[in-house]
């Protein structure tokens, strides 16, 4: 193993907490090893007034981290899975894909309501259109308003009154340590997450054989298969942050338990659909059920949606 390792990262608190956890591990694998970590700003750190469905286009939270592995100044990067597209630039890979920590949604309530109990016409903040869409379908009294920012931002707007209550990921609260007593876990029968929520990704470049075999201790296979599944799911779609997409993988009995989405923004049209299968099959599963989703109707919101972002409406 190499004697010092250059770690990529977004500066956020989240993303570092990310980082230095996975830091923390190498060093105890290797205590002997230097580690250095710069911060790269990318493109949806920049844009922090915009919904990200109206910025468009894939890869806003990595593509600058990516160059930098390409030009070789950095050796590994450190993502959430849900940023990172399908399709990796050539030369790059996801080669380590550590234990999952919770997939689930959360609310947080001004008075520490769950979904069921909040007021009717309570406002709800939440930049996902996914959320957006399970929530509204759910709950078609609430208002819902846009909300971006970090995890301290959306909790200090929350406690000034902006927002009755905002939607974020659990795994975002454990790993920065928040503890919030006003967290309600949303079922995913109710919301299901984002493709990746809660894993990460830990990038390098495929040519980089003795980092990957020296960080392979850090890899979840259980978590890798339900994560493949997602993906495959995201990949046949093709689809973007401009659609509400969701997918979840999980194991039960030995076997990959797989659900998934298709809405339109509103709502109003949620296809949405359950399966089981082989673990050795996760990547065809989640194919499979994309291709379903779009035979039921998937195709048409797709079609709609991108036309009309096309037209600028």
């Not at 844009?47 to 990200?52: A, H, K, R, T, Y």
């Not at 590994?76 to 380590?96: C, F, R, Y």
């Not at 978590?223 to 779609?237: D, H, I, K, P, S």
Request: net charge negative.
């Amino acid at each position: 193993m190499r004697k010092i390792i250059r770690v990529g990262t977004r500066g956020s608190k989240l993303a570092l907490a990310q980082t230095n956890w996975v830091i923390a591990k190498i060093k105890e694998k290797y205590p002997e090893i230097t580690i250095e970590t710069q911060i790269i700003k990318t493109k949806g750190d920049k844009i922090l007034d915009v919904p990200l469905a109206k910025v468009g286009g894939k890869g806003l939270f990595v593509k600058e981290i990516e160059e930098a592995l390409l030009r070789e100044e950095i050796d590994l990067a450190v993502h959430s899975m849900k940023d990172v597209p399908t399709e990796l630039p050539q030369g790059l890979e996801i080669a380590i894909i550590p234990k999952r920590e919770s997939p689930f949604d959360v609310l947080i309530a001004q008075n520490g309501d769950d979904l069921s109990s909040l007021p009717k016409g309570a406002c709800v903040g939440t930049s996902s259109l996914r959320r957006g869409a399970q929530l509204r379908a759910y709950r078609p009294d609430l208002k819902i308003e846009n909300l971006r920012g970090n995890l301290d931002t959306r909790l200090r707007k929350l406690n000034e009154g902006l927002y009755d209550a905002i939607i974020v990921a659990e795994a975002g609260l454990i790993r920065l340590g928040i503890n919030e007593p006003r967290v309600r876990r949303i079922s995913p029968e109710i919301m299901l997450p984002a493709i990746g929520q809660g894993a990460l990704a830990i990038e390098v470049r495929a040519a980089d054989d003795e980092l990957k075999e020296g960080l392979s201790f850090l890899h979840d296979e259980e978590t890798a298969v339900c994560v493949a599944a997602e993906r495959a799911f995201l990949a046949t779609l093709e689809g973007g942050c401009q659609v509400p997409l969701a997918a979840f993988a999980r194991i039960e009995n030995a076997e990959l338990s797989f659900e998934a989405l298709i809405a339109d923004p509103l709502g109003e049209r949620i296809l949405k659909e359950k399966t089981k299968g082989p673990l050795s099959q996760a990547p065809e599963i989640g194919k499979e059920m994309a291709l379903e989703l779009l035979g039921r109707g998937g195709r048409e919101i797709l079609d709609e949606v991108y036309g009309s972002a096309q037209n600028g409406r």
